[in-house]
Nanobody
Framework: VPLQASGGGLVQPGGSLRLSCASS????????IGWFRQAPGKEREGVSF?????????SYANSVKGRFTISRDTAKNTVYLQMNSLKPEDTGVYYC???????????????????WGQGTQVTVSS
């Protein structure tokens, strides 16, 4: 599944960004989608998850609950990650990942996903 992540950039603390995860040729509604991030020198960590369109429950890492929102637009074949109240510790490369048969309890485990996008850089700094 070819995935394209976009929307990253430089933002001041307290600002907002919206990341997009799109696919050309594959219907993302059939896939569970996870957002991960990786800061320099740190392991990749799960940020948020949304199930397939048939079961669109969401999950969030404790560090982003109340600030980030994941959503789908099936008409645009895109999954979004709205990030508000950004903090410097949110800085990193953000990746979207897709999996067709994900066990929900493993949503934050990177090895549970077979398909990955190329990543988009998010920098939160004044």
């Amino acid at each position: 599944v070819p995935l394209q992540a976009s929307g990253g950039g430089l933002v001041q603390p307290g600002g907002s960004l919206r990341l997009s995860c799109a696919s050309s040729g594959f219907t993302l509604a059939y896939y569970a989608i996870g957002w991960f991030r990786q800061a320099p020198g740190k392991e990749r960590e799960g940020v948020s998850f949304i199930g397939t369109s048939a079961d669109p429950r969401t999950s969030y890492a404790n560090s982003v609950k109340g600030r980030f929102t994941i959503s789908r637009d099936t008409a645009k074949n895109t999954v979004y990650l709205q990030m508000n109240s950004l903090k410097p510790e949110d800085t990193g490369v953000y990746y979207c990942a897709a999996e067709g048969t994900l066990i929900r309890s493993s949503w934050s485990t990177s090895t549970a996903y077979d398909y990955w996008g190329q990543g988009t850089q998010v920098t939160v700094s004044s």
